[in-house]
């Protein structure tokens, strides 16, 4: 398995269940979605290769090999392999942006959820601290003008 830096925006969802490191719950509720289906998981798998220097290496040693020993005028079929494969591949980033997406929009939601309900909940206690703020000006009125009151009506 290949380590990846943590800042790397790098997400296959069966890798990132078992990576054991604490995620967003909607990032692992996703990663969960996308585990259960074969054609994410495919799919998932060849963006993951097809994203990797490996990728560029195996690349590099087939065509070399195709150039030099297989073909004698290797640049027809190699132009229709490569344009074909180039279809693909772009098929799969756009796959690989859309997981990207999906990740980022459950996230997006769930931020927004707990950002509305932390503002309810502030907004809540703010109301409650001036109510208490309230009952305490009443309370030190009252009781100023008792002690005042006292001293005045006492002299």
């Given at each position: 398995m290949t380590v990846h830096a943590p800042d790397r925006p790098h997400?296959?969802?069966?890798?990132?269940?078992?990576?054991?490191?604490?995620?967003h719950p909607s990032v692992l509720a996703e990663a969960r979605r996308r585990a259960g289906s074969v054609q994410l998981r495919v799919a998932d798998a060849i963006t993951a290769?097809?994203?990797?220097?490996?990728?560029?290496?195996?690349h590099v040693a087939l065509f070399a090999l195709w150039m030099l020993f297989f073909e004698k005028s290797p640049?027809?079929?190699?132009?229709?392999?490569?344009?074909?494969?180039?279809?693909?591949?772009?098929?799969?980033?756009m796959i690989g942006q859309n997981r990207q997406a999906?990740?980022?929009?459950?996230?997006?939601?769930?931020?927004?959820?707990?950002?509305?309900?932390e503002l309810h909940?502030?907004?809540?206690?703010?109301?409650?601290?001036?109510d208490l703020t309230a009952k305490i000006e009443q309370l030190t009125s009252e009781i100023h003008t008792e002690v005042v009151g006292k001293r005045t009506s006492g002299s």
């Amino acid at each position: 398995m290949t380590v990846h830096a943590p800042d790397r925006p790098h997400i296959v969802p069966r890798r990132l269940l078992a990576d054991g490191r604490d995620h967003h719950p909607s990032v692992l509720a996703e990663a969960r979605r996308r585990a259960g289906s074969v054609q994410l998981r495919v799919a998932d798998a060849i963006t993951a290769f097809a994203g990797s220097m490996r990728f560029v290496y195996v690349h590099v040693a087939l065509f070399a090999l195709w150039m030099l020993f297989f073909e004698k005028s290797p640049w027809p079929t190699l132009t229709l392999v490569v344009s074909l494969e180039a279809i693909f591949l772009s098929t799969f980033v756009m796959i690989g942006q859309n997981r990207q997406a999906a990740f980022q929009q459950v996230k997006a939601d769930h931020d927004f959820s707990s950002t509305e309900q932390e503002l309810h909940d502030n907004t809540t206690i703010t109301r409650q601290i001036a109510d208490l703020t309230a009952k305490i000006e009443q309370l030190t009125s009252e009781i100023h003008t008792e002690v005042v009151g006292k001293r005045t009506s006492g002299s």
